[in-house]
């Protein structure tokens, strides 16, 4: 069964730093042309995309986490992270990591991706 599941979230202060992981299972990030991305929903708005990695590693970032966030990907850990820093209250959301099988490049395109983790709550707050 595919399955992705992130973990890494918590309560940090403005100005801190967290370190997202999302490890997948069911499917080897490395044997395909498999697209990654980072998306984030905060309460009363809409999901928005953060951050997405290809296969060759070619990487989007958001202007709003540009120069503060890190997207990296680990195929032998099957695992793709995401390193957050100077964090805002504004970056408070659910982070959900999603792949994209079929394309790769979906992320990319602002598409929507096949698998979604459940997500893991970022609280940036004094």
């Known amino acids: 069964q595919l399955q992705l599941v992130e973990s890494g979230g918590g309560l940090v202060q403005p100005g801190g730093s967290l370190r997202l992981s999302c490890a997948a299972s069911?499917?080897?990030?490395?044997?395909?042309?498999?697209?990654l991305g980072w998306f984030r929903q905060a309460p009363g708005q809409e999901r928005e995309r953060v951050s997405c990695?290809?296969?060759?590693?070619?990487?989007y970032y958001a202007d709003s986490v540009k120069g503060r966030f890190t997207i990296t990907r680990d195929n032998a850990q099957n695992t793709v992270y995401l390193q957050m820093n100077s964090l805002k209250p504004e970056d408070t959301a659910v982070y959900y990591c999603?792949?994209?099988?079929?394309?790769?490049?979906?992320?990319?395109?602002?598409?929507?991706?096949?698998?979604w983790g459940k997500g893991t709550l970022v609280t940036v707050s004094s």
């Open positions: 999603a792949a994209d099988l079929a394309y790769g490049d979906r992320c990319f395109l602002g598409r929507d991706m096949d698998y």
């Open positions: 069911g499917f080897t990030l490395g044997y395909y042309d498999i697209g």
């Open positions: 990695i290809s296969s060759d590693g070619r990487t």
